[in-house]
Nanobody, 117 residues
Framework: QLQLVESGGGLVQPGGSLRLSCTAS????????IAWFRQSPGQEREWIGC????????YYQDSVKGRFTISRDNARNTVYLQMNNLKPEDTAVYYC??????????WGQGTQVTVSS
């Protein structure tokens, strides 16, 4: 079992930054690929980026490329989503996901990010 706890969301003005954390309170993230998703009200959940084990390969959706960065700290059993130059359209609930197969597919509880002046 893997339990993921997210934190770091909040209210930020356009152009600001936030750093989201996704920590495994149970299990270890060392051998899981990581993905980040977000969901705005009335919209489907959107993939925004992912990283392979050991962050050898990292991919981002074009809308966040150059602004968001996925990283991993295995010592803290945590993955991060650094978000810079935030825009109002980035407002959403953000979810981390760790999955290596259908029976090992885990989600964080989500954390609200609101970008507004």
């Amino acid at each position: 079992q893997l339990q993921l706890v997210e934190s770091g969301g909040g209210l930020v003005q356009p152009g600001g930054s936030l750093r989201l954390s996704c920590t495994a309170s149970s299990g270890t993230l060392d051998f899981y690929p990581i993905a980040w998703f977000r969901q705005s009200p009335g919209q489907e959940r959107e993939w925004i980026g992912c990283s392979s084990v050991n962050d050898r390969f990292v991919y981002y959706q074009d809308s966040v490329k150059g602004r968001f960065t996925i990283s991993r700290d295995n010592a803290r059993n945590t993955v991060y989503l650094q978000m810079n130059n935030l825009k109002p359209e980035d407002t959403a609930v953000y979810y981390c996901n760790a999955a290596r197969d259908n029976q090992n597919n885990y989600w964080g509880q989500g954390t609200q990010v609101t970008v507004s002046s």
